[in-house]
């Protein structure tokens, strides 16, 4: 294999072994990472759902580079993640959004820290909002507009550098119902239009199950990958078929809910683990065991 063949074959984010663990109050550790390993390629959209602490967000920011692991490693098209980089585009639930700036120059100003000159930047952030249909709202104050809005100027901000990497904490959590099955759609054709990577994390099963290519399901207390799933009802949106047809399709239901299962057996797992470590909580398995007996 060539040099270029190795490049070409490797995957463009990889997680290998990864743990981390942090200190709570007391100073006992936590670990909200063990032994992780995980490919993201280009055109691949990865999706994490897993119940809160299990270290969605950890990982997120070792992608991201914002934290470094105790142990394995992290790479970025070969190369050891050391920091953040515009490379690797981060947007979060409620994103800082500055509000004292318009939407133009909210999406506009990472092209002004990189000094990009004033006419490229003008063409790129007219494309932009065009992408996430906001152009006729340009001009307007960020407090002006609604949730869903504002999550997709965040989105805009994020794509300006033209990152090879979107890493997405919670970008819908904030949003109604109806709003967030629009931004759905809206971040896969985005995604179907650039064929980025994609990193996004979710608590919503359907949401999960649409939008990814490989589904990840983590379990707490060691944050670990529990499960993986290969799904393609994201390729078939793209390919012309009616998101609400999709997720009303029998195969997409029963996904869902070998998903939920899957979710539910680890929380209980991973509870019947604390549980055995301490003997003051009342616990599921503690239960169970006092239902056994009285039986
Ligand atoms: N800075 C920190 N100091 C101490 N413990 C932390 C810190 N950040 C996270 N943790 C703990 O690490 C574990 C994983 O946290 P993390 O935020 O990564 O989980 P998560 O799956 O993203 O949760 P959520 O879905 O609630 O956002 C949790 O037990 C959390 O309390």
Same mark, same amino acid.
């Given at each position: 294999m060539t040099a270029f063949d190795q490049v070409a074959a490797m995957s463009l984010l990889s997680i290998d072994r990864l743990s981390v663990a942090y200190e709570d109050s007391a100073k006992q550790p936590v670990q909200a990472l063990q032994d992780v390993s995980l490919d993201i390629d280009a055109g691949e959209l990865v999706v994490a759902l897993g119940a809160s602490g299990c270290g969605k967000t950890t990982l997120l920011n070792v992608m991201a580079g914002f934290l470094s692991p105790d142990a394995g490693q992290a790479r970025f098209r070969g190369e050891a993640i050391t920091g953040p980089d515009? =490379?690797?585009? @981060?947007?979060?639930?409620? =994103?800082? #959004? *500055?509000?004292?700036?318009? @939407?133009?120059?909210?999406? +506009? *100003?990472? /092209?002004?820290?990189? $000094?990009?000159?004033?006419? +490229?930047?003008? $063409?790129?952030? =007219?494309?932009? /909002?065009?992408?996430?249909?906001? %152009?006729?709202?340009?001009?307007?104050?960020?407090?002006? /507009? %609604?949730?869903?809005?504002?999550?997709?100027?965040?989105?805009?901000r994020a794509l300006a550098n033209d990152p090879e990497v979107l890493l997405m904490d919670e970008p819908l959590g904030a949003l109604d119902a109806i709003t967030r099955q629009t931004m759905q759609t809206l971040i896969l054709d985005l995604w179907g239009r650039t064929r980025k990577g994609i990193f996004l994390i979710t608590h919503e099963i359907e949401e999960a199950v649409f939008m990814a290519t490989q589904l990840i399901v983590m379990s707490p207390r060691p944050g670990?990958?529990?499960?993986?799933?290969?799904? =393609?009802?994201?390729?078939?949106? /793209?390919?012309? +078929?009616?998101?609400?047809?999709?997720? %009303?399709?029998?195969? *997409?239901?029963?996904?869902? !809910? !070998?998903?939920?299962? #899957?979710? #539910?057996? %680890?929380? #209980?797992?991973?509870?019947?683990? +604390?549980? !055995?470590?301490?003997?003051?909580?009342?616990?599921?398995?503690?239960? !169970?065991?006092?239902?056994?007996a009285h039986r």
């Open positions: 515009a =490379d690797r585009g @981060v947007v979060f639930q409620n =994103d800082a #959004l *500055f509000p004292w700036l318009d @939407v133009r120059s909210n999406v +506009e *100003f990472p /092209l002004r820290v990189k $000094d990009w000159p004033k006419r +490229e930047r003008a $063409d790129r952030v =007219d494309y932009l /909002l065009r992408m996430v249909g906001l %152009s006729k709202v340009a001009n307007q104050a960020i407090w002006s /507009l %609604s949730g869903g809005m504002q999550q997709r100027v965040g989105l805009a670990r990958i529990v499960a993986r799933k290969n799904l =393609d009802f994201s390729r078939r949106y /793209l390919s012309g +078929e009616p998101a609400r047809r999709i997720k %009303s399709d029998p195969a *997409f239901v029963a996904t869902r !809910e !070998e998903v939920l299962s #899957l979710i #539910l057996d %680890s929380q #209980l797992d991973s509870d019947r683990a +604390e549980g !055995e470590k301490s003997a003051t909580y009342i616990t599921r398995p503690k239960i !169970e065991r006092l239902h056994a």
